[in-house]
């Protein structure tokens, strides 16, 4: 059972224009939600995050938007740059539950051409 | 200030084998989790220790198993390879238990092939 879904395996999107990722979840006892980049070779680096109490977090190019009655989650990548090509996963927990436990996706991998 | 380290990097094994992998978490970080990618699944969450406490677990067999040193390492444990084993393992730490505190630390990985 995939409570947290990525369901498009990959996204190539021309540097300078919006890279836009999403995720679906179908836990409702989540609140807490993160996105982590992963280079190849390279462990995943945390990129942002949200709590459940917000519908939107802005960090310089990235924004990520959190509908909870559609159980969606959003990240924007504005403007796209060569250097964020990368897997991108995104993950929740339940905070209440106060372990490092994340659920994730299956990953985005993004392509973004000069 | 280091980061998560992670060894080995990579490693061989045979079906029915075991393998013992360690982590050292970023220095003051109390909590380290470890997690399984493998292509197409993501990452799966396998135990997280606190303060070399179990804290949490997830949907593994017994064959994977875990320990936390009072100096905040940890090591991680599998008996009985299987063909399906074959994964990077990484490792992650925080300050506090919680990811609602600050996010997870990464390490590189192991890289487990099975034959």
């Known amino acids: 059972d995939q409570q947290v879904k990525q369901n498009s395996p990959s996204l190539s999107v021309q540097e300078g224009r919006i890279s836009i990722l999403n995720c679906d979840y179908t836990?409702?006892?989540?609140?807490?939600f993160l996105w982590y980049k992963k280079y190849p070779a390279e462990g995943p680096t945390f990129l942002i995050s949200i709590s459940s109490i917000k519908d939107k977090n802005e960090d310089g190019r990235f924004t990520v938007f959190l509908n909870k009655s559609a159980k969606h989650l959003s990240l924007h990548i504005v403007p796209s740059q060569p250097g964020d090509s990368a897997v991108y996963f995104c993950a929740a927990s339940r905070s209440a539950s106060n372990t490092g436990k994340l659920i994730f996706g299956q990953g985005t991998t993004l392509q973004v051409k000069p | 200030k280091a980061g998560v380290t992670q060894t080995p990097r990579y490693l061989i094994k045979t079906r029915g084998q075991q393998v013992t992998l360690s982590c050292s978490p970023i220095?003051?970080?109390?909590?380290v989790s470890w997690y399984q990618q493998t292509p197409g699944q993501g990452l799966q969450f396998l135990f997280e220790?606190?303060?070399?406490?179990?804290?949490n677990k997830g949907n593994f067999p017994g064959r994977f198993s875990g320990r936390q040193f009072s100096n905040s390492r940890s090591e991680m444990n599998v008996s009985t390879l299987e063909l399906g084993d074959s994964a990077l393992y990484l490792c992650?730490?925080?300050?506090?238990?919680?990811?609602?505190?600050?996010?997870?630390?990464f390490g590189e990985g192991s890289r487990l092939t099975v034959l």
């Open positions: 220095s003051g970080h109390r909590s």
């Open positions: 992650a730490s925080s300050l506090l238990a919680g990811v609602d505190t600050g996010e997870l630390f």
């Open positions: 220790y606190f303060s070399e406490t179990q804290r």
């Open positions: 836990n409702s006892m989540f609140d807490y």
